[in-house]
């Protein structure tokens, strides 16, 4: 019997999603058939076992991910269609690609991948800024069976040393540099300093001479991108299995350092094409606009793979928001008559305290629907993105999800679902929340606790590259049988869930996620200082920012320069993002008896609430509370 999985209205919504979990395996076997083009159907839907941690999607599949995004639109006659609308740094700078442009880019990448001896299963770094030959890399790598691991271009040289290693990457693409607003980053330093410390595994490094200046210094291993990606010519898409991985994905976790979280091809490409088309609804004609960078996971599923299966138009954007004007999102939304825009609650923030006068003066008549990711939104944010720039005839769509999720897992649906401002709303189909109190019970109907998924989905994590006890150990095993997020959340009397945010040490800051191990370890490193700690605090813009309490050995005095030489050190070993908003320098940190550092208390002393510190009973030494409090009141 075929059971229309087809949602229109909420009670379609209601509907499917009761069938989804009644009927698991026959719902993701519809959504797979009707999303995705297979050279060979599966034998088995799915074999997921939260005991052991292995988890398989459309068993004895095969597909190719990049024919899906790209060759199968051409077959459709979508070939003059436009793919990706590339918008540079610079106001007046883009380049415009078909479907057809695209595929000849990606044929001409994969061929001049395997020129290089790449072959299915080689990791492939990537680090290179949002132009369109990143687009391309990915989809190349995806084409041939190359794994990429595609690393920010905000994070530092050690990064870049470290992820490589992790994955034995056999090849790095870069490019010279990039400006953000006015800002040059310089790139191609990075990885010669990376290369210089070691990468032991890397045989080549590629170079898109994306800028003309400054010229780069040639280096022993690299290649010039123009003379090795050859004219088009034809390349054959190879067929995968499903559960051939696609690409790796560093992100923080709370211990040690961040963690290679890998997805694969087949379950992955159906989850961001299905989540794309339900949680954002768009229609043929339509122009998608996600602001995010592709080093993210948000740039990979909802900027490339997602709306490139869906056929979709793309529009990928190089700069930051405010450069050379708050008006600059808007204009590019008039200029190409963007219909729906994706963007992260930081933005929206920075935005917002510009006023209103940079948004009004734009058109937006063309937009339709409003989406959030990386962050809770605050109800006020919500409200001015809703009534200032969506007019209040955009639906919001605030959605919550996960580099470990591959994609959307809690949203309204444009259109769809009654909204309410700050919260997610409702699961998509398929997709079963609970929340646990701290006693490790289930709650039913209104409360709040951990937020955990009692089943799996296709487009989830398949393993920690490298380590394959990790994913079992860092999701399933605190909650047995079921998927811990990290994140508590709230559900209230409608079923509508509201996400608090991180309950383990993992800080957001502007969306961007860090953990406070990688910081401290970073810190300790400073010849001067005993130890430290991490800790996100609220700001009203960033939603978090990092503040570190540090212990100087005894002989040492606080100077800036000391300051000076943490932040530095910290840019140097982590990144950018991780600039810590303030250093307290102070006697000693306040620990439980078993060295735990108790970050709650931090958090109080930080913002100077020192008259709410919660219970302190169980402190090793109740006493440093005091002198930390005296050291942050003797700030200025
Ligand atoms: C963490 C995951 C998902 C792509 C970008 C971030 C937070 C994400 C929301 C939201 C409240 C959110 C959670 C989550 N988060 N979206 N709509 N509302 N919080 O991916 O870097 O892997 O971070 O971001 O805390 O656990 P990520």
Redesign the pocket.
């Known amino acids: 019997m075929t059971h229309s999985i087809e949602i229109k209205n909420f009670d379609d919504y209601l509907r499917v999603y009761a069938f989804s979990l009644e009927n698991n395996e026959q719902f993701w076997s519809e959504v797979a058939n009707t999303r995705i083009s297979w050279r060979k159907t599966w034998d088995q839907v799915s074999q997921c076992d939260y005991h052991t941690g292995k988890i398989s999607w459309y068993l004895g599949a095969e597909l190719n991910v990049a024919e899906n995004c790209v060759d199968r639109h051409i077959q459709a006659g979508r070939g003059n269609k436009k793919a990706l609308i590339w918008v540079g740094n610079e106001v007046g700078e883009e380049k415009i690609y078909t479907y057809q442009q695209v595929y000849e880019e990606v044929c001409r990448v994969a061929h001049a991948l395997e020129s290089l001896g790449i072959k299915k299963g080689d990791r492939v770094g990537i680090y290179l800024p949002n132009i369109p030959e990143l687009a391309f890399s990915m989809l190349a790598c995806a084409r041939i069976g190359a794994i990429h691991s595609v690393i920010f271009g905000g994070f530092s040289a050690h990064s870049i040393q470290s992820r490589m290693n992790d994955c034995g990457a056999k090849l790095i693409i870069t490019s010279n540099g990039v400006y953000r607003g006015d800002k040059w980053i310089d790139l191609k330093s990075n990885v010669d300093e990376a290369l210089t410390s070691g990468c032991p595994t890397i045989e080549k490094v590629l170079v898109v001479p994306h800028r003309s200046q400054p010229k780069w210094e040639l280096q022993p291993l690299d290649l010039n991108w123009n003379e090795v990606v050859k004219p088009f010519t034809p390349h054959i898409a190879p067929s995968h299995s499903s559960e051939d991985p696609l690409f790796i994905l560093y ?1 923080s976790g709370s211990t040690g350092k961040p963690k290679g979280v890998l997805h694969t091809m087949g379950g992955y490409i159906v989850y961001t094409s299905y989540s794309h088309q339900l949680v954002f609804q768009p229609q043929e004609k339509d122009v998608y606009f996600c602001t995010a960078d592709l080093g ?3 740039g990979h599923s909802y900027l490339l793979y997602g709306p490139l299966a869906n056929g979709v138009t793309t529009v990928m954007y190089e700069g930051v928001p405010q450069h050379p004007t708050p008006s600059r999102l808007w204009e590019i939304t008039d200029q190409h008559s963007v219909n729906i825009f994706y963007t992260a609650p930081t933005a929206i923030r920075i935005l917002a305290s510009l006023g209103d006068a940079p948004v009004v003066k734009t058109s937006r008549k063309s937009l339709r629907t409003l989406g ?6 605050n109800p006020e944010a919500w409200r001015w993105y809703s009534s200032v720039v969506g007019e209040d005839r955009c639906p919001i769509v ?8 591959g994609g959307i897992l809690i ?1 309204p649906l444009s259109g769809i679902t009654p909204t309410q401002p700050g919260s ?1 709303t409702l699961p998509l189909p398929g997709i079963e929340p609970k929340i646990f109190t701290e006693a490790g019970k289930t709650l039913e109907g209104e409360g709040q606790g951990a937020l955990v998924i009692a089943r799996s989905w296709p487009g989830q994590m398949r393993g920690v590259y490298g380590d394959s006890e990790k994913f079992f150990d860092t999701y399933l095993k605190q909650y047995p049988e079921h998927y811990f ?3 508590g959340a709230k559900r209230d009397a409608a079923n509508y869930y509201w ?1 608090l ?2 309950m383990d040490d ?1 800080i ?1 800051i502007s ?3 860090l953990g406070t191990a990688e910081i401290e370890s970073a810190c300790i490193i400073h010849s001067d200082v005993v130890e430290s700690a991490a800790i996100g605090v609220h700001d009203d813009l960033t939603g978090e920012s990092l503040h570190l309490f540090v212990v100087l050995k005894s002989n040492v005095a606080k100077t800036p320069e000391i300051s000076k030489g943490l932040i530095q050190l910290i840019r140097k070993e982590v990144g950018a993002l991780a600039t810590p908003k303030k250093i307290h320098f102070v006697p000693g940190l306040p620990k439980t008896r078993s060295g735990k550092i108790m970050r709650r208390i931090l958090k109080k002393l930080a913002v100077r609430e020192f008259n709410d510190l919660g219970d302190t009973s169980t402190l090793a030494e109740p006493g440093v509370v005091e002198l930390i409090k005296q050291a942050v009141m003797g700030e200025n």
């Open positions: 992100t993210w996971i948000t959030t990711v990386g962050e809770p939104i605030d959605t919550w999800w996960q580099t470990e999720t949203s997610a997020t990290g994140d996400i945010g991180r993992v957001k969306g961007h996620r």
